[in-house]
C-alpha cells in the first residue's frame, strides 16, 4: 500500500488487482480501476490494460472506448501481450471502431507471436474463413495444431472438423476422433456433440445409438442446444417404434 501511495506503478497495478478480484478484502471494483488507472497514468502497460478493460466493459467506471483504445494501443505498442490480444478483440467485433479484420489479424499475430494461445486461435478462425484475405485452411491448420498441443480445446475441435471435412489437411476421420475425445474429456461440449453425431452416423467410429445418446447427454447437460434437440429427436423415434 505505502508502495502504491508514493507513486510506484507496479504496486499500484498489484493493488488493483487485489480490489479486483478481492483478495484478503472487500472486492471494489471503483477502488480496482482507480490503482490500475494510477499506474496507467505512469506509463504502466499492465495498468493500461487492466484499466482499458474495465472502461470497456463500464466495472468500476462509466464505458469510454475511445479511452480505452488508446490505452490499450499504447500499452500494446509497450508490447504488452494481453493488449495486442484485446485490440485484435476489439476490431474483429468492432467495439469503438470500425470492424476491420486485417487490422484485428494483425493485432492477434502480434499477440500469438508474444506467446497468447488465445490470439493463434483466433487467428487461425480468421484464416480458415477467409475474413482478412482468402480462405487458408492449411494454415488454420497449422495454427489449431499448435493450440491444441498446448490443451486449447476449440482449437482442437475446429482441427478435428477440417480433418473430417479434409480441409486443409488430409481427410482422416481417425485423427478427428482423437482431437475431439481429447476436447471431450476435458468437458467441451462441442467435442462431446461431434463425437455423438459421428457415433449415429458410424463415420469414423462404431455406429453405436447408445454411445450416441451418452455423448449427446453429456454435451445437452453443458448447454449444448442442438446435442439437446437431437437427443430429443432420437428419445422420440424410440418411443414411436
Request: glycine content about 12%.
Amino acid at each position: 500500500m505505502d508502495r502504491a501511495a508514493n507513486g510506484d506503478p507496479h504496486a499500484q497495478t498489484a493493488l488493483g488487482y487485489i480490489y479486483y478480484r478481492g483478495d484478503g478484502t472487500p472486492k471494489d471494483l471503483n477502488r480496482a480501476f482507480i490503482w490500475f488507472n494510477m499506474a496507467a497514468e505512469a506509463g504502466d502497460p499492465e495498468g493500461e490494460c487492466n484499466a482499458a478493460y474495465m472502461l470497456v466493459h463500464a466495472e468500476g467506471t462509466n464505458a469510454n472506448l475511445e479511452e480505452a483504445l488508446a490505452m490499450y494501443r499504447d500499452a500494446a505498442a509497450k508490447g504488452w501481450v494481453q493488449a495486442q490480444f484485446n485490440l485484435g478483440h476489439m476490431y474483429s467485433d468492432g467495439l469503438g471502431v470500425e470492424q476491420d479484420w486485417i487490422q484485428a489479424a494483425g493485432w492477434y499475430e502480434q499477440a500469438m507471436k508474444g506467446g497468447s494461445v488465445p490470439a493463434c486461435y483466433r487467428l487461425g478462425v480468421i484464416r480458415e474463413t477467409g475474413k482478412a484475405g482468402p480462405p487458408d485452411p492449411a494454415g488454420a491448420a497449422e495454427l489449431y495444431q499448435r493450440c491444441a498441443k498446448v490443451g486449447y480445446d476449440k482449437a482442437a475441435v475446429r482441427l478435428a472438423l477440417l480433418y473430417v471435412e479434409g480441409r486443409g489437411v488430409q481427410r482422416n476421420l481417425g485423427m478427428a476422433v482423437k482431437h475431439l475425445t481429447t476436447a471431450a474429456k476435458n468437458n467441451n461440449a462441442e467435442a462431446m456433440l461431434w463425437l455423438g453425431k459421428m457415433s449415429l452416423s458410424g463415420e469414423g467410429m462404431v455406429k453405436s445409438k447408445r454411445n450416441a445418446q451418452q455423448w449427446l447427454s453429456k454435451a445437452a447437460a453443458r448447454g449444448n442446444k442442438e446435442a439437446g434437440t437431437l437427443l430429443d429427436s432420437l428419445t422420440e423415434e424410440s418411443l414411436h417404434r
